[in-house]
T-cell receptor, first 114, second 111 residues
Framework: GAVVSQHPSWVICKSGTSVKIECRSLDFQATTMFWYRQFPKQSLMLMAT?????????EQGVEKDKFLINHASLTLSTLTVTSAHPEDSSFYIC??????????FGPGTRLTVT | LAKTTQPISMDSYEGQEVNITCSHN???????ITWYQQFPSQGPRFIIQGYKTKVTNEVASLFIPADRKSSTLSLPRVSLSDTAVYYC????????????FGTGTRLQVFP
């Protein structure tokens, strides 16, 4: 199947700083990418949908000014957590999809805010 | 997007067949049914997808009755490495559609 990568795989940052997470589709062009957040022992929660070249669509309750999403190319989307706080500590997962190829998930990024 | 309902957890022993059923009463005509597997601290991994009747691949089978209001993921002869959370999702066949995850089923396989 298609491969989606995320970088970094884990990150620790201090409260108040910003963190950027990259999501790349390695062997296909993804017209759409999704960002999820998962807390321990819970299911994945969709945060936003990003389409290449357009603004992301955020799910209800997700602060768009806090979670900045950029989908500048068909193979790269980035999620920036701005002014991170301990409650933003979570497992962030992206997925990438394109018609006829499938929707594939990245390995996830563990964010810990101290 | 159709809501799905699955058992919260299931236990099995190595070598047994495991069937996980998912209810999706409000499935739309153009919705597909997709199952994912997730291990701790990893992203979900695609297992199988179907629209109706039966689909089989090298790791699982998916049974979908005629009314499509439910589906059953069948894992033949599970091993300890099949211990994971399994998610059933329904959505459009266009793989650019967003997926809404339900609670999933936590499968524990014992030796």
């Amino acid at each position: 199947g298609a491969v989606v990568s995320q970088h970094p795989s884990w990150v620790i940052c201090k409260s108040g700083t910003s963190v950027k997470i990259e999501c790349r589709s390695l062997d296909f062009q993804a017209t759409t990418m999704f960002w999820y957040r998962q807390f321990p022992k819970q299911s994945l929660m969709l945060m936003a949908t990003s389409n290449e070249g357009s603004k992301a669509t955020y799910e209800q309750g997700v602060e768009k000014d806090k979670f900045l999403i950029n989908h500048a190319s068909l193979t790269l989307s980035t999620l920036t957590v701005t002014s991170a706080h301990p409650e933003d500590s979570s497992f962030y997962i992206c997925s990438a999809g394109t018609s006829g190829v499938g929707q594939y998930f990245g390995p996830g990024t563990r964010l810990t805010v101290t | 997007l159709a809501k799905t309902t699955q058992p919260i957890s299931m236990d099995s022993y190595e070598g047994q067949e495991v069937n996980i059923t998912c209810s999706h009463n409000n499935i739309a005509t153009n919705d597909y049914i997709t199952w994912y597997q997730q291990f701790p601290s990893q992203g979900p991994r695609f297992i199988i997808q179907g629209y109706k009747t039966k689909v089989t691949n090298e790791v699982a089978s998916l049974f979908i009755p005629a009314d499509r209001k439910s589906s059953t993921l069948s894992l033949p002869r599970v091993s300890l490495s099949d211990t994971a959370v399994y998610y059933c999702l329904v959505g459009g066949g266009d793989n650019t559609d967003k997926l809404i995850f339900g609670t999933g089923t936590r499968l524990q396989v014992f030796p």
